[in-house]
């Protein structure tokens, strides 16, 4: 398989569709599909006419099922230090001003659960499987999983996967809410569409103030939060959708928003 095609970039309707392409490797994270998901989600961003990605794993098999281990043999600290300092993967849907959505339709783990992470909508098929594996080979998440995990779920149902390296489904997955969403694996994608299309009816401009801002929350204190959150409400006024979007709701009618 070249390495341009570990990467799928497809536009559909509104939304990018952005597909780890390696089913044979369980689209297991080598050099290529880091680099290859860090352009997609650059091109993505810079395309207006995107509002919306899913990010999703080719077969039914996997997700991400996390980083090609070959890659570790014989790397030194310094190896592995300059690997992860040069513009992490695992943060690019975390920095993308256009919502993220994971479609999650199989083995989603360690660096796979880590970029899943860092998406902002996660919907799973009930064939997925979820878990941080790494203590199992002698060494912690390093993409983001003692971080965003027990911000996302809690610290206790964090360090239970990441102390144990045990694995859950979908369900469980639910129920901490781990993912928002648990579909049937023929409607995971078909679903994820459907919500890429109803944010991608909103104000773009409205959308990326409300990703920075709630984001935000994560990291600031609840007094810094607030007055960025006032900054970027105020800063909406400015723009031809909050023009658009009060007239159509004067005039009883849907909004067609610029996207300025």
């Given amino acids: 398989m070249a390495d341009e095609n570990v990467v799928l970039y497809e536009v559909r309707g509104r939304a990018a569709v952005v597909t780890v392409n390696r089913p044979d490797k369980r689209n297991a994270l080598n050099q290529q599909v880091r680099?290859?998901?860090?352009?997609?989600?650059?091109?993505?961003?810079?395309?207006?006419?995107?509002?919306?990605?899913?990010?999703?794993?080719?077969?039914?098999?996997?997700?991400i099922a996390g980083a090609d281990i070959s890659e570790f043999e014989g790397r030194t600290p310094v190896d592995q230090w300059r690997s992860m300092s040069e513009g992490p993967v695992f943060d690019a849907p975390e920095r993308c001003p256009k919502p993220v959505i994971a479609a999650v339709n199989g083995f989603c783990l360690g660096?796979?659960?880590?970029?899943?992470?860092?998406?902002?909508?996660?919907?799973?098929?009930?064939?997925?499987?979820?878990?941080?594996?790494?203590?199992?080979?002698?060494?912690?998440?390093?993409?983001?999983?003692?971080?965003?995990?027990?911000?996302t779920v809690g610290l206790g149902p964090a360090l239970r996967l990441i102390l144990t390296g045990d694995m859950i489904d979908a369900a469980e997955a639910l129920r901490i809410g781990l993912v928002s969403e648990v579909t049937e694996p023929a409607q995971l994608m078909t679903r994820a569409l459907a919500i890429a299309e109803t944010i991608a009816s909103k104000s773009p401009v409205a959308v990326a103030a409300a990703k920075e801002a709630t984001r935000a929350a994560?990291?600031?204190?609840?007094?810094?939060?607030?007055?960025?959150?006032?900054?970027?409400?105020?800063?909406?006024?400015?723009?031809?959708?909050?023009?658009?979007?009060?007239?159509?709701f004067l005039e009883k009618r849907p909004a067609e928003f610029p996207g300025r």
């Fill in 111 to 151: 660096g796979g659960m880590e970029i899943s992470l860092a998406c902002d909508i996660r919907i799973a098929s009930t064939a997925a499987k979820f878990g941080q594996p790494e203590v199992n080979l002698g060494i912690i998440p390093g993409g983001g999983g003692t971080q965003r995990l027990p911000r």
């Fill in 35 to 63: 680099a290859g998901l860090t352009a997609a989600f650059k091109r993505a961003k810079d395309d207006a006419a995107v509002r919306c990605v899913v990010l999703t794993g080719a077969g039914d098999k996997a997700f």
């Fill in 218 to 248: 994560l990291s600031l204190p609840l007094d810094d939060g607030l007055r960025m959150e006032r900054s970027l409400f105020a800063l909406c006024f400015a723009s031809e959708d909050k023009v658009e979007g009060v007239k159509a």
